[in-house]
């Protein structure tokens, strides 16, 4: 395919999904009366997952949903950096939580409702949005090189980034959610970086989601808070955005050395396969 034609099928694509996004999910909402705040959230979630999928198989690229136990497994050995701190909040926190609270404070059926949502937004939508979508269209847009591929992470990371700008609503200091932005643009280049490599886009949902959960689960699901500015500010203590930006570093650093030169022919097989 010429470049100009592939620049148009898939950019076109990447406009094409998200008008959808900012309009058809409300439509469904209002017309469905619904009200209740939870199955709301739960709708639109649904919804944009739905119109993703539907683009992306509709665009000729259904294998974002290939899956393999293997190349699952990769994930977690590939990534065993983010695997390994995830282990490590998931453990802390959890006794950090059973010491202090014993059960947690928040009702039984809140907690399904919390975990469902986190895996439906934090990982099935972002990860499906992110890399399965932009990560995917950006690449086939502009060609097969690893400079095409570091601008189409680039791209999709930055945009990962900016998706957290909506915590800033109601939150009563925004350097946290700043800083949330800052550090988030890395770890979205990572797991662009870590999708390229195996190819399995439901391992990184899983090791997103236990990522998120494993810093969660203290003070939202035990602790019942949910002023995520202060929450982000008492994880990363002072010097916040200093520290948001030393992660940006690490994280990118982490992630050029997954798709290093060595390992490109890895990526290109993983690809077209």
Request: proline share 2%.
């Amino acid at each position: 395919m010429k470049t100009s034609l592939r620049l148009t099928k898939y950019l076109g694509g990447i406009v094409l999904a998200l008008i959808l996004i900012f309009t058809l999910p409300g439509i469904i909402v209002q017309r469905a009366n619904i009200t209740n705040k939870s199955l709301m959230e739960i709708v639109y979630l649904l919804s944009i997952i739905a119109i993703l999928s539907a683009v992306i198989i509709g665009f000729g690229e259904k294998s974002v949903f290939h899956f393999s136990f293997k190349s699952f497994k990769d994930t977690f050995t590939i990534g065993s950096v983010m695997t390994a701190v995830t282990l490590f909040y998931l453990i802390t926190n959890m006794y950090r939580s059973i010491k202090e609270y014993g059960t947690p404070l928040m009702d039984t059926k809140s907690v399904i409702s919390f975990l469902i949502a986190v895996f439906l937004g934090a990982g099935i939508r972002e990860e499906l949005l992110t890399r399965g979508f932009l990560l995917t269209f950006f690449k086939k847009a502009f060609g097969k090189s690893k400079a095409s591929y570091l601008f189409a992470m680039t791209l999709s990371s930055l945009i990962f980034g900016a998706m957290h700008f909506s915590n800033l609503d109601g939150a009563t200091n925004p350097t946290p959610i700043y800083a949330q932005i800052i550090y988030a643009v890395g770890i979205g280049f990572y797991l662009a970086a870590l999708y390229l490599r195996t190819g399995n886009l439901w391992g990184n949902i899983v090791l997103h989601y236990l990522f998120d959960i494993s810093l969660m689960v203290y003070p939202m699901i035990y602790a019942n808070r949910e002023d995520m500015d202060v929450l982000i500010g008492e994880w990363l203590g002072n010097g916040i955005i200093l520290k948001s930006i030393l992660i940006l570093i690490v994280s990118v650093l982490l992630g050029l050395y997954l798709i290093r030169d060595s390992k490109m022919k890895d990526v290109y097989q993983t690809v077209e396969n």
